[in-house]
């Protein structure tokens, strides 16, 4: 008969982190926790330095061992750290991130704060797994629904130092440099820097004093702290983490009262499930966000949505429907006023309207095997050349995808000297680039190229672009 599966055990590395972060040996803990255990009555709790490496070793410790341990580290490090932040589990409810967080700002704050711990101690590595393990259908949807009708709770007075407007102008001068850093260079470069300014900042959530429009707009600028942590998380390829930080951030724009943060942050969402190929997610995404903030919305953000929404029904094969949101898209750009605008939608300017729409008629074309093929692909190579043409220096990851989306939309019409040019332009930015991101683009590239691999343009493509992605 067969045996039982075996359970395949992964190292505690938060565990790990933080008993190396507080001096503690492996013997210290054991006997630590036999003294507390017996403290609280618990008799038949007295672990051995091997078991306090089999803890490490992915081991769980029954209950109430984890919160013991939690309690320690907190009392060594003089951080109020709880069983999750520590790799293991409790019977009380954990402090997560996922989607069914409650929608009030002790919520927020703490699950902002366990994210920020973990993300800035533990190093990760991209693999598929993380990325199947993202909440889809309706366990991603369902909870966010709530968005579209919470409302800010009332905050209370805290204790701390007095909080003014130049503390919040000063956390939004750090969230420009870091958009601007991420823009020039991906996510990889300043990721774990911005997650230890987000934790910073949160930290005035619970200790500093302010009026009730402080409170606010300093939820506010932690939520677009937040926005730009989860999307330079999403650009390396840390999915899971990526869609817990924009989970937080959307929980702190909630409690910002401000619904065009939020729906900036459901879009960031969208763009993730498209690249992971859950496209009725992502366009049901910035269906929500267009309800959420129908009231509120600058012309920007509703272009902004409406030129997403196009790409998704091309990705879709709704091809009308794409037309459609596209020239509405178009329509509501010509009345966007920059100056009016939050600064966060300061990236969507007519380069990315451009960009935007040309990879939704590139998609069109790519799939369209009648005589409209060769029309959708000028369109696309257009508005892409324009984008290009109108790009600011600092857009430089932004100038690679309009480089890839030029070669793919020169393969769908079997232009393939045209996408050898475009590769190598992309090529040339993607080696100067911290941004797995571009790299997946590569690759589908890479695999659309395969049909013209015995034309002379067809295999210099497949050779440039395989040494290039390893």
């Known amino acids: ?77 003089g951080l109020p750290l709880n069983c999750a932040d520590i790799g293991l ?20 704050i703490a699950a902002i704060a366990h994210l920020t711990r973990s993300e800035i101690m533990v190093s990760h590595s991209r693999d598929s797994v993380d990325a199947r393990s993202v909440h889809t259908g309706h366990d991603l949807l369902d909870p966010l629904q709530h968005w579209t009708t919470a409302s800010p709770s ?35 470069l300043s990721r774990k820097a911005v997650i230890a300014q987000m934790s910073d900042a ?31 998380t999403f650009d390396v390829g840390l999915h899971k983490q990526a869609q817990h930080i924009f989970f937080a951030a959307l929980h702190a724009a909630s409690e910002a009262g401000d619904k065009v943060l939020g729906a900036h942050i459901l879009q960031c969402m969208a763009r993730q499930m498209s690249h992971l190929k859950h496209y009725d997610e992502a366009l049901d995404l910035v269906n929500l966000a267009q309800y959420g903030a129908r009231r ?33 898209a178009e329509e509501l750009f010509a009345a966007v ?4 605008e939050p600064a966060h939608m300061a990236f969507f300017d007519e380069a990315e309207l451009c960009a935007t729409i040309g990879v939704a008629h590139q998609i069109a074309a790519k799939h369209d095997a009648g005589p409209g093929r060769a029309v959708r692909a000028e369109n696309s190579v257009r508005l892409l050349g324009r984008a290009l043409e109108l790009r600011p220096e600092h857009r430089v990851r ?37 941004s797995p991101r571009v790299g997946d683009r590569l690759i589908e590239l890479q695999q659309e190229a395969a049909p013209f691999e015995a034309s002379r343009a067809g295999g210099e493509l497949r050779d440039v672009l395989s040494e290039a992605l390893g």
């Open 1 to 77: 008969m067969a045996g039982r599966p075996r359970t395949v055990k992964h190292p505690n590395e938060l565990l790990h982190y933080w008993l190396g972060r507080a001096g503690v040996s492996n013997a210290e803990l054991a006997r630590e926790v036999t003294r507390r255990a017996r403290a609280l009555g618990e008799r038949g709790i007295n672990p051995s330095e091997g078991r306090v490496r089999a803890w490490r070793g992915g081991e769980t410790p029954r209950h109430p061992v984890p919160q013991i341990i939690a309690d320690f580290l907190a009392d060594r490090t």
């Open 89 to 108: 589990p409790d019977r009380t409810t954990p402090v997560t991130a996922g989607p069914d967080l409650s929608w009030k700002p002790a919520a927020a």
């Open 154 to 188: 009332a905050l209370t007075a805290r204790g701390g130092g007095r909080l003014g407007a130049s503390d919040i102008n000063g956390i939004r001068a750090v969230t420009d440099m870091f958009r601007d850093a991420d823009n020039r260079h991906g996510g990889a």
């Open 202 to 232: 949160n930290a005035l959530l619970s200790t500093a004093s302010y009026d009730e429009a402080t409170g606010r707009a300093l939820f506010a600028a932690v939520a677009d702290l937040g926005s730009v942590a989860g999307w330079m």
């Open 296 to 328: 509120h919305a600058t012309p920007a953000t509703r272009s902004m949505l409406a030129a997403l929404e196009a790409r998704f029904h091309a990705i879709l094969g709704q091809v009308t429907e794409s037309e459609r949101a596209a020239g509405t």
């Open 337 to 340: 006023d920059q100056d009016n």
């Open 398 to 434: 932004s100038a690679a995808f309009d480089h890839v989306g030029l070669a793919r939309t020169h393969l769908a019409v079997g232009e393939v000297d045209g996408a050898l040019t475009e590769a190598r332009r992309a090529l040339h930015i993607f080696r100067s680039l911290g």
